[in-house]
């Protein structure tokens, strides 16, 4: 019988319900615990989802029955834990950005490499079934030589959602804004694409918010090194905002996606199964999913696939698909991204 995965989570604010709720969906997880700093929150969070709550992170991880711990606590404090689940023997699952500097993500690689425990990041859009079905068809190869790529977030957040979050459009923690916390789905969906990226030039500002210190309004030109051309622009200034949009083009074809739909599947080599996947998938979105909402049309199926992703390399004894490397490459292309603004500079990728 295949092993079942005790879970612990950090973090009970947004996205640790849908974690619990992606947890209570998989056959083979069970949570067992919570644990938030804030004074409460950890106990109403357990009592919603049938579990114990914590306050303290070390009390927490001193338990036996967790195996497996995920991170959803605000992005800059992701390391610290995900450190400290490696020293207690504790696979670990953090939410995106793995954090918000290279040095500290190298850290958390680090410690669990040493551990010998396994270390994933949450990209849950990669599991969308219009994701998958357009990386396969690069993977295919149908896009002939890559010649262009498009990451756009066009989307809004009111003064509110800066203003009551504490953490939220702060360099320290948030470690940025439209591209670190909202964008960085897009982004990491164009790379995993596309390709490496080589380099890039690009322009930030705050437009449209007050008291942030981070940008709301990015556009970026970049380089992969494939040697095709792309952008990424990714604003929360744009209101009421619209539908996050993927493209891939070739010499071959060209996909486009909206938000959780495709708007674009054209390829030379037209097989029957396209013009099957224009009659499912191909219906622009009639309203914006997120867009100006955080949790408006979340579900917890990207990440139920990405924890059962996960818990199977762990059944298996190899890295998970998304690992720390895997998790790191957006940062490194949103810190690039903010390098290049700050300098005026062409910034190359190492
Ligand atoms: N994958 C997605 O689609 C998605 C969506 C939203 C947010 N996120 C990510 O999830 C993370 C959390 O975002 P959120 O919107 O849920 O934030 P939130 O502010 O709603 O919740 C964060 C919770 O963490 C607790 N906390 C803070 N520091 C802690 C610590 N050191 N130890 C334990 N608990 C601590 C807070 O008390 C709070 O309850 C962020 O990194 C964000 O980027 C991912």
Known sequence: MAKKYGFGIVGAGMIGAYHAEAVRQLPNAELKAVCDTAPGAAEKFGEKCGCRGYGSLDEFLSRDDIDVITVATPSGTHAEIAIAAAKHGKHCIAEKPLDITLERIDAVI????????????IFNYRYMPTAKLFKQAVEQGRFGKLTFGLAYGPWWRDQAYYDKGGWRGTWQIDGGGALMNQGIHTIDLLQWLMGPVKRVTAFCKCLAHERIEVED???????????????????????????????VSGTNGTAAMADQEFFFWQFR????????????????????????NPSAGLTADGHRENFADFLKAVDEG??????????RKAVQIILAIYESARTGRTVELK
Request: hydrophobic letters at 35%; glycine letters at 10%; charged letters at 25%.
């Open 110 to 121: 680090e410690a669990h490499e040493k551990a010998g425990t396994k270390l994933g990041g």
């Open 217 to 247: 309004t990015a556009t970026a030109t970049v380089e992969f090194e494939n040697g095709a051309l792309g952008t990424v622009a990714c604003t929360t200034s744009m209101w009421p905002g619209h539908f996050r949009m993927v493209e």
């Open 318 to 327: 190899r890295r998970p698909p998304i690992d720390g490397i895997e998790a």
């Open 269 to 292: 080599d037209e097989s029957p199964v396209d013009q099957e996947i224009r009659e499912k998938y191909l219906k622009f979105p009639a309203v914006s999913v997120g867009a100006s």
